[in-house]
């Protein structure tokens, strides 16, 4: 069975990760974990096996609250966070990692910004960023593509999880440019797009695709996903960087990461 592994820490934002990973491992029949790390620095009178039985007492009244169903792990951190959590998604061979992309909530979170970029830039895994709000469906989803090959290795997963959810695919193009964009330049990307979108199956799904003129990529994306009602958008990632310039690179997927109010999927 394939396995989801959600870091939690209790923020908003990781709650809203975590509801939005169990609505995914019920759609696939994917087995849902949720890790929750414990600094190894503990004040008081308190330990790190007592710190441990509070969390996990806290995770599970939680879960059972929202009637999630998942295997809870508890890990004194001895490295850099990011770092634990790709380690311990491939001890569970997780197909799926997920995590709130920031908090405001200081004195429980672990992930407020820096770890959940980090984890952007150096997981292979696919991951889910969780954000505002919470899915417990999806009725419009959206994925950008762009000439590049890569952009289009979401799209089998992509096409499953519309037609198990009986959502819309809203399949996204921008042309970044400041200025009018004569219609045939338009047309002939929609061409060269709909060519390559034919070696994939859209039987019995309700799907579009859809040229945007924007001045800024992320922009574009972001203005489409808040017209349309879209409850999740999926991207991948460029897999031409290495890991120093993906930390420094700031790229499309990291500003739509930023800026999104709905769940963002990279891959």
């Known amino acids: 069975m394939k396995t989801i ?28 974990n949720v890790i929750y790390f414990i600094s190894p620095k503990v004040y008081g009178l308190s330990t790190p096996e007592v710190e441990k039985k509070e969390k996990e007492n806290k995770l599970m009244n939680f879960l059972n ?11 004194i951190s001895s490295n850099h ?33 820096s770890n959940a970029l980090s984890l952007k830039s150096i997981s ?9 709000k919470p899915k417990t469906s999806f009725k419009n989803i959206l994925l950008t593509i762009n000439e590049k090959s890569y952009s289009f290795e979401p799209l089998i997963f992509t096409i499953e999880l519309a037609k198990l959810t009986d959502a819309k695919l809203h399949i996204l193009n921008i042309i970044e440019s400041p200025y009018n964009v004569p219609i045939e330049e338009i047309q002939l990307q ?8 034919k070696n994939y199956n859209f039987k019995d799904i309700d799907w579009q695709l859809k040229i945007v003129v ?4 992320s922009k574009g994306i972001l203005e489409y996903a808040n017209n349309n009602e879209i409850d999740l958008i999926i991207m991948s990632r460029r897999k031409s960087l290495n890991i120093l310039e993906r930390l420094f690179y700031s790229s499309v997927t990291q500003r739509v990461l930023r800026g999104a109010l709905v769940p963002v999927l990279l891959f």
């Open 124 to 132: 292979e895994i696919p991951t889910l960023f969780g954000t505002r």
């Open 5 to 32: 592994l959600c870091a939690f820490d209790f923020s908003k934002q990781s709650e809203n990760a975590l509801i939005t990973s169990w609505t995914i491992s019920r759609i696939f029949n994917w087995e849902l």
């Open 190 to 197: 929609e061409g060269k797009l709909s060519e390559n979108l």
């Open 81 to 113: 966070i990011p770092y634990e959590i790709i380690e311990m998604a491939k001890q569970l061979n997780s197909s799926l990692i997920s995590i709130g992309r920031s908090s405001y909530d200081i004195e429980d979170a672990n992930f407020i910004g």
């Open 214 to 217: 924007s001045e800024e990529a």
């Open 65 to 75: 609250e929202h009637r999630i169903d998942a295997k809870v792990h508890i890990k």
